[in-house]
């Protein structure tokens, strides 16, 4: 039974039961010896309890148990930055296929009918005269640009013995312009020589950087080093992220205020541009803009894909150069793109030694070498089959 205590009238019933025990006789108790209780020794109380396992915390002391606990924390901290970032590193646009169709062709003797010549002062300190660039005019008078059913010329003056003002040339600029599309520029002759500085870009001349700048085609000298390919875009365009390419990248900071303007660009080997280029008859440079990124694929002329005319990229491999979308966008970075062509003399760039002299080892110095040395631009010219311009429908 528990404490409970019992009700009075229990006592009552039980007082007097003892009158009713039989009564204890001593005598009947057999006379066996009880054996004397052993006392156990204090000893065993006094042995220490078992010591926990190393593991158990129970056994741990306070600053062990705050060291276990911060390492939890930063492993824990490690692991979620690291899944976090691994899952940054790895992100890539969807470049899934478009629906292309023909908005623009630029071919044949009418080559030159949409395009406007550029003949205000060079913006690049260029050596060349008639303000800088000739005229369309003078263009056709001194035969700087022609054009046949097959293609067209558009080259450096390569007769004129001492150009002491500067030696002609020429830049034409579309007049459509474009904010997204897939242009195919299929090219036979690239121009090269000292001195020579020719590039095939897009951009939007009257408000640059602001609406972006894309070099499709552009070196220096003997630009036997291959092509570069380059983005110049105001701040907030970077391409330190995953891409797909066959290039070289140089630089991951678009924004033209870094690395003295020299662009996010990539480089390729020397068969992509130049006298390897020329000689192997030439290809197709293809430009991709889209929301996505910005790609460009080369083809040599015995690698042109058999859907050329009826472009899907997502059938071409992987890119010469991809710009991703991840850290830049594009629509806001690159508008109302003119297509330009062009070939500048000496101007900011080709005539800089570690160019000039370093790499390519042209004589002299560049405006002297440009002024006196017509047949040298012999090689200086564009020679190009057709510019081909598709949107997605």
């Not at 007082?15 to 156990?40: D, Y």
Request: glycine share 8%; proline share 7%.
């Amino acid at each position: 039974m528990d404490g409970t205590k019992l009700p009075p009238e229990y006592l009552n019933r039980y007082s007097s039961a003892t009158s009713r025990i039989p009564g204890l006789q001593l005598t009947e108790i057999p006379k066996t010896p009880i054996a004397p209780a052993v006392p156990v020794s204090s000893k065993q109380d006094e042995s220490p309890a078992p010591r926990p396992a190393w593991y158990n915390p129970r056994g741990w002391s306070l600053r062990r148990r705050l060291i276990v606990a911060i390492g939890i924390l930063t492993a824990i901290v490690v692991i979620v930055v690291g899944t976090v970032e691994g899952v940054r590193a790895n992100r890539y646009p969807d470049y899934s296929p478009l629906n292309y169709k023909l908005v623009d062709s630029y071919e044949g003797a009418s080559f030159f009918d949409r395009f406007n010549y550029f003949s205000d002062q060079d913006p690049t300190d260029g050596t060349v005269v008639h303000i800088r660039y000739v005229n369309e005019d003078a263009a056709l008078d001194l035969n700087l640009t022609y054009a046949t059913d097959t293609s067209a010329i558009l080259r450096v003056d390569s007769v004129t013995p001492k150009a002491i003002g500067g030696r002609n040339s020429v830049r034409i600029e579309s007049w459509s312009t474009y904010d997204n599309g897939l242009f195919i520029f299929d090219i036979i002759h690239t121009p090269y020589g000292c001195g020579t500085w020719p590039a095939l870009w897009l951009t939007d001349g009257y408000n640059w950087p602001d609406n972006g700048e894309i070099d499709v085609l552009e070196t220096t000298n003997e630009g036997s080093h291959g092509n570069d390919v380059t983005l110049h875009t105001t701040e907030g365009c970077k391409m330190n992220v995953k891409r797909k390419h066959t290039g070289y990248p140089v630089f991951s900071n678009c924004d033209n205020t870094t690395h003295s303007n020299a662009g996010c660009m990539i480089t390729g080997t020397p068969s992509t541009y130049g006298r390897l280029m020329n000689e192997n008859g030439g290809g197709i440079y293809a430009l991709e803009i889209r929301d996505a990124g910005i790609r460009v694929w080369f083809f040599p002329r015995d690698s042109i894909p058999g859907d050329i005319n009826s472009p899907d990229p997502s059938t071409w491999g992987i890119a010469f150069a991809d710009f991703p979308s991840t850290e830049c966008d594009i629509p806001s970075h690159f508008k109302n793109q003119s297509i330009i062509a062009n070939i500048d003399l000496c101007g900011e760039l080709a005539a800089q030694p570690q160019f000039y002299t370093e790499r390519d080892h042209c004589p002299g110095t560049c405006a002297e070498f440009v002024a006196n040395n017509p047949s040298s631009f012999e090689d200086a010219y564009w020679e190009f089959a057709s510019f081909k311009v598709y949107q997605a429908m």
